[in-house]
């Protein structure tokens, strides 16, 4: 694939090169080869992107099928870093976690009534571990102030607790 893209750019057939830059991010986002090769050669293609046209999508973790497709599509006719950068971002992290997909969020009502509940749930830990980190910051402040050492240790402790807390608690 390296010599397609360096056989395009050589000929200056930057359109070719930027669908190959795409064919090889959909086909093999995992491979750090591929990585590796397309970090090449956008660094040694000036001109290889266009002005971003502004158009915005959701986020990578909030992409669905039918975002992807029209990114994909946008990407084709104005090969812009931001574009490029957010279906980088998508395609490694459809091989990066298992657990992400694509699908419709109106496909499946259950599973977002599920992701919501857990959410809620999550919101609760998530402000105690807050309070147990901004706590230990206090303990150990006063204990770095006062004679009693002892403070520093706990309140390293228990900010140390407050990350564990907040960590657990987000949805993953």
Do not use: W
């Amino acid at each position: 694939m390296k010599n397609k893209i360096t056989k395009a750019i050589q000929a200056n057939d930057i359109p070719q090169a930027r669908e190959l830059l795409i064919e090889m991010m959909s086909s093999r986002a995992g491979n750090t080869k591929t990585i590796l090769e397309i970090s090449e050669t956008i660094a040694s293609t000036p001109g290889i992107f266009d002005t971003d046209d502004g158009k915005t999508y959701p986020v990578a973790h909030e992409i669905t099928e039918e975002h992807l497709a029209i990114l994909s599509e946008d990407l084709r006719r104005n090969f812009s870093l931001p574009k490029f950068r957010l279906f980088t971002e998508v395609h490694a992290r459809i091989v990066r976690d298992p657990d992400f997909n694509l699908k419709s969020s109106s496909s499946n009502p259950e599973s977002n009534s599920e992701d919501n509940k857990k959410r809620r749930h999550c919101r609760p830990l998530l402000i105690v571990g807050y309070i147990l980190m901004a706590l230990g910051i206090v303990a150990s402040i006063v204990g770095i102030c006062v004679p009693v050492r002892f403070l520093i240790g706990l309140g390293i402790g228990v900010l140390m607790l407050g990350l564990a807390v907040t960590y657990s608690a987000i949805p993953r």
